[in-house]
């Protein structure tokens, strides 16, 4: 029961963030918003104030603002409707709904980064047949603290710099043993491996594993600042790669999205690992809807942004008539997706929601 809520809390508050940047961009360039929902489906609450309903319905999978004269067929030309507004104005309205939620995913990375986190050490914990480091002699409950007389702390950045490295090439591992530092000379071997996009790529391997130590990683809050931005600007980049690689083939389109019922799963089982494993999982949410929002597809906030450029090359709005072509096509292809992903969460998690399920009965 506390993992639903908590779902339909991180759910609720996505969608609120988005749809709070679409209202409160319109309501500073003077345009009327009608009305502020929550959700489809019937109405559980409803309030006006101040010429705009609220309302909270009983399916939350989902929400919208509604713009006074946002349509050709509603548009009657008065000064505080969305379509008497200049493109700018209008842009800066649609683009403001995945901007907030780019903020509410850097401003969670960046108190996860300050609060501190959990990180892995450089302290071995296994050595692999085959591998350099196996023969070069390195042992369970060693400490690599240097490589090639960079200091490492982490076991992600002991791993960013041997991957880094090519097939026969020698790193010098500094290392301490038994309180005693010692140096060694390890041969890399590489691997092909598949990326988050699906593209393989060969990465240098030592053959360790790391040991089950643990500890919390804080940075000072401008440090914090410069890693948060990073990080978001990674995870864009990332998840525009493994959305190219879903659409050329590379990447199973089954195992690469998820739905309402994965991410319920997903949350089912990141509640169990504490507020800053919440706040990351929060935080990639933010940002992946942001992406998703922006992509070029009609009713989608990046499908507004390329119809608002279609409309500056043409210099007047679309007509009554395309419009509602190009919002039935768009509401086909979202309804489309959404039952493909559910189906594909279905088939995929089955077993696993069944039994996430079965210990509530």
Known sequence: MIALLLFLFILGLLIVVHEFGHFITAKRTGVKVESFSLGFGPQIFRKKKAGTEYSLNLIPLGGYVELAGDNMEAYKGGKDEYLSQPLSKRFQIIFAG?????????????????????????????????????????????????????QVQYWEDLQALVQAKKDAASVRLRIIRDNKETDLTVIVKNKEVADISGTRRNVGLLGITPYDEIVQVKHGI?????LSVKKVFDLTVITYKA???????????????????????????VAKLGIIAILHFIAVLSVNLAIFNLLPLPVL?????????VEKIRGRHLGIKAEEII???????????????????????????????????
């Open 98 to 150: 995945p901007f907030l939620n780019y903020i509410m995913g850097f401003l969670c990375f960046w108190l996860i980064f300050f609060a501190g986190y959990p990180s892995l050490t450089t302290k071995v914990g296994g050595l692999l047949d085959g591998y350099g480091a196996q023969e070069a002699g390195l042992r369970v409950g060693d400490r690599i603290i240097a490589i090639d007389d960079k």
């Open 222 to 226: 401008g440090e914090s600042f410069i």
């Open 243 to 269: 959305l190219w690689g879903m659409i050329t083939g590379r990447l199973p389109l089954r195992e690469s999205i998820t739905g309402p019922l994965g991410m319920f799963y997903i949350t089912s089982k």
């Open 301 to 309: 906030d990046g499908g507004h942004i390329i119809l608002l450029g």
């Open 327 to 361: 919002t039935r096509i768009g509401l086909s292809l979202i309804i489309t997706l959404a039952v493909l992903v559910t189906f594909n969460d279905i088939f995929r998690l089955s077993d696993k929601i069944m039994r996430f399920f079965g210990k509530w009965f």
